[in-house]
């Protein structure tokens, strides 16, 4: 683990930062600041010892790849669930969160992005679309993607109950 100073051809100062993952290879990562540099090798360090590291290159990997691999992950959901989760990635999260890598993903975003559903869509809908989102990025921490997902303390809106009417057993022998 180094850190060098290296010199643009504009005439700026960044810093490369070289490390070793856990299996020993080699990456790299740029920084402005040699104090940017300094603390992404130590928290790099940190996150080893823990047992929290994350391979900086995996969280480059786009929603739009999580995605279906998290919609195929379980063979025993119900068709209708699996159209249904389909459809939520398809048209509510992919034209927004696609092209994004999945390590970019902060909690303003989704937060953001359920604040934007509340204003056009009922609460139990929202609901559900968060909760796909979620299940896609509990899938990007369980295939160590990213170290924690960015769907938590994130406020929905309160769910609708409609109170339904049902029939006793009088009301039936008049049908």
């Known amino acids: 683990m180094s850190i060098e100073a ?21 990456y790299k990562r740029t920084l402005r ?11 790099q360090r ?16 786009t929603f ?12 025993a959901k119900r068709p209708s669930t699996l159209e249904r989760d389909e459809i939520v990635v398809r048209v509510h999260l992919i034209p927004v969160l696609g092209t994004r ?7 303003a975003d989704v937060q953001a992005l359920v604040n934007t559903w509340c204003r056009k869509q ?20 369980l295939s ?4 924690r997902s960015p769907c938590r303390g994130i406020k929905l809106p309160a769910a609708s109950h409609h109170k339904r009417h049902i029939v006793t057993a009088d009301e039936l022998a008049v049908l």
């Open 6 to 26: 290296r010199k643009l051809k504009s005439g700026r100062t960044v810093y490369d930062v070289r490390l070793r993952d856990p299996a020993g290879h080699g």
């Open 33 to 43: 600041t040699k104090r940017e540099a300094e603390t992404f090798e130590a928290s």
């Open 46 to 61: 940190v996150d080893r010892v823990r047992g929290a590291w994350v391979d900086p290159r995996k969280s480059s990997t």
């Open 64 to 75: 739009a790849d999580v995605a279906p691999a998290w919609l195929a992950s379980n063979p």
């Open 101 to 107: 890598p999945v390590g970019s993903i902060t909690p």
């Open 122 to 141: 009922a609460a139990n809908t929202v609901r559900r679309q968060y909760t796909v989102l979620s299940a896609v990025m509990a899938r990007a921490v």
């Open 144 to 147: 160590d993607l990213i170290a």
